[in-house]
């Protein structure tokens, strides 16, 4: 069964740079039908697209994120990884690591991690 | 950015009801809609894609339909488990957003 966890500091300074990584297990992250991406949600609000990647490195992002985010993949690692630079407290969420069949159909997630910006 | 518009944002209903969530796309997606189920302090869970296909392992009382812009999803028979806040999501196009949402309560 695949699973996935993300890791990652939990707290960051406004200004600073947010990095969170995804670990895959009971599969591996180079498979040439499947996307991998993040998606964070606000406390007590709605779901949020951030990107997808796929292990080959080709990458999408939410256009609004786009100029500060960056995923990239560890193939030998088995994990991807998200960084957000320049954060606000806006960018404080529960933010999830997911596979992407479909390219955007998220049907495995990890527990999701709260990342709290102060 | 395609808009996604769920309704109602809240819905009362009892153990047994068959209750309706409806999905509108700001343009045409054809049918390339996704249903998520969130509880309290989880991950989502894939539901159904390509806006009628039951992802492996949901039961048969969850079903979706429609196309274009209007898409519904209905839960037969609700039981315990199934109070919980339910998601659409366009997967037509890039940036792939995902409805505000429609929480599910028990009346």
């Known amino acids: 069964q695949l699973q996935l966890q993300e890791s990652g500091p939990r707290l960051v300074k406004p200004s600073e740079t947010l990095s969170l990584t995804c670990t895959v297990s009971?599969?591996?992250?180079?498979?040439?039908?499947?996307?991998w991406g993040w998606i964070r949600q606000p406390p007590g609000k709605g779901l949020e697209w951030i990107g997808t990647?796929?292990?080959?490195?080709?990458?999408d992002y939410r256009p609004s994120l786009q100029s500060r985010v960056t995923l990239s993949v560890d193939t030998s690692r088995n994990q991807f990884s998200l960084t957000v630079n320049s954060v606000t407290a806006a960018d404080t969420a529960v933010y999830f690591c997911?596979?992407?069949?479909?390219?955007?159909?998220?049907?495995?997630w990890g527990q999701g991690t709260l990342v709290i910006v102060s | 950015d395609i808009q996604m518009t769920q309704s109602p944002s809240s819905l009362s209903a009892s153990a047994g009801d068959r209750v309706t969530i409806l999905c509108r796309a700001s343009?045409?997606?054809?049918?390339?809609l996704n249903w998520y189920q969130q509880r309290p302090g989880k991950a989502p869970r894939l539901l159904i894609f390509s806006a009628y296909t039951l992802q492996s392992g949901v039961p048969s009382r969850f079903s979706g339909s429609g196309s274009g812009t209007d898409f519904t999803l209905t839960i037969n028979s609700l039981q315990p488990e199934d109070f919980a806040t339910y998601y659409c999501q366009q997967s037509y196009g890039s940036p792939y957003t995902f409805g505000q949402g429609t929480k599910l309560e028990i009346k």
């Open positions: 990647i796929h292990y080959s490195g080709g990458t």
């Open positions: 009971g599969g591996s992250i180079s498979t040439n039908n499947a996307f």
């Open positions: 997911a596979r992407l069949s479909r390219v955007s159909t998220a049907d495995y």
């Open positions: 343009q045409g997606i054809d049918n390339f």
